[in-house]
């Protein structure tokens, strides 16, 4: 766990929440999942490692999802 403390914490408010719930029937994507996809792009982050959604989506063109069990083509 020491590792992870390095990197910024989101922390989860009303406002993410109901961000997420707006991304979650945008995008059809579960709850947990939009919750995901908004606390990284509230993090500046680019990329978001997932199985579960669509491998190479773009989302805002900020976020791409990669799954990482799919091999480079």
């Known amino acids: 766990m020491e590792n992870f403390t390095c ?3 989101v922390q989860i408010e009303p406002a993410l929440i109901l961000s ?4 979650h ?3 059809t994507v579960s709850f947990w999942d939009a919750l995901i996809i908004e606390a990284a792009l509230l993090s500046d982050c680019t990329i978001v490692l997932s199985e579960d959604m ?5 989302i805002d063109n900020k976020l ?3 799954n990482p069990f799919v091999s480079a083509q």
């Open 20 to 23: 997420a719930i707006q991304r």
């Open 54 to 58: 669509q491998d190479g989506q773009l």
């Open 7 to 9: 990197y910024p914490l």
């Open 64 to 66: 791409r999802i990669r």
């Open 25 to 27: 029937r945008q995008l």
